[in-house]
Nanobody, 125 residues
């Protein structure tokens, strides 16, 4: 059974940093991608960042590019999201996704098979 567990969320002041971690177990994802999405209550999941283990390519939403960095270890099924220069508008529940479907765009939440429960990130002004 595949399980994704996020950690590292919390409360931080604007301009601060947080590092999120996601540990995946019960499967192997080294031939696909892992990603981070975020969601506010009543809104759809929003793409944040993804890493394609096969190519090593990384992808970012325009709103976080230059501030967030995705990294990880495919052999260990770990992915991280380093978030710097945080803004109040970054406040959301951040979820890890894994098991991307082949040939689907990595920016759509429907492109992933597995999801974690999420971790709350709150940025105060």
């Amino acid at each position: 059974q595949v399980q994704l567990v996020e950690s590292g969320g919390g409360l931080v002041q604007a301009g601060g940093s947080l590092r999120l971690s996601c540990a995946a177990s019960g499967g192997t994802f080294s031939r696909s991608a892992m990603a981070w999405f975020r969601q506010l209550p009543g809104k759809e999941r929003e793409f944040v960042s993804a890493i394609n283990w096969s190519s090593g390519s990384t992808y970012y939403a325009p709103s976080v590019k230059g501030r967030f960095t995705i990294s990880g270890d495919s052999a260990k099924n770990m992915v991280y999201l380093q978030m710097n220069s945080l803004k109040p508008e970054d406040t959301a529940v951040y979820s890890c996704a894994a098991g991307s479907y082949p040939s689907r765009s990595l920016v759509y939440h429907t492109s992933y098979m597995y999801w974690g429960q999420g971790t709350q990130v709150t940025v105060s002004s």
